[in-house]
């Protein structure tokens, strides 16, 4: 996998979405991990469907989940930090946002 995207603020999830969707142009090959606060991005049902259509990976934070998000479904697989050490062993480069 070429792009891991770190994603732990509302900011940087706002920052993830353009940049997926450039990856998904390019062919580049990405994941993502939300964490913190970054799991609130996953309010918005486009961005959520962009994950599913082309990451190779979308995981969050079980714990960030339970936290922040109030008993919500979550709409991607539900992980913990050892998938995001996997990721992050399996990427080729890191972006945290």
């Not at 509302?10 to 939300?34: D, H, T």
Request: negative net charge; proline residues 3%.
């Amino acid at each position: 996998m070429e792009l891991l995207f770190v994603v732990s603020s509302e900011k940087g999830g706002e920052i993830a979405k353009p940049l997926a969707a450039a990856c998904l142009r390019k062919g580049v090959s990405w994941a993502c991990f939300f964490t913190n606060d970054g799991v609130r991005t996953l309010t918005d049902s486009a961005f959520c469907d962009l994950l599913h259509e082309s990451a190779n990976e979308a995981i969050v934070c079980a714990q960030s989940w339970k936290d922040l998000m109030d008993g919500l479904p979550c709409p991607l697989e539900i992980g913990s930090q050892f998938d995001h050490a996997g990721l992050i062993a399996k990427a080729d480069k890191v972006i945290s946002l």
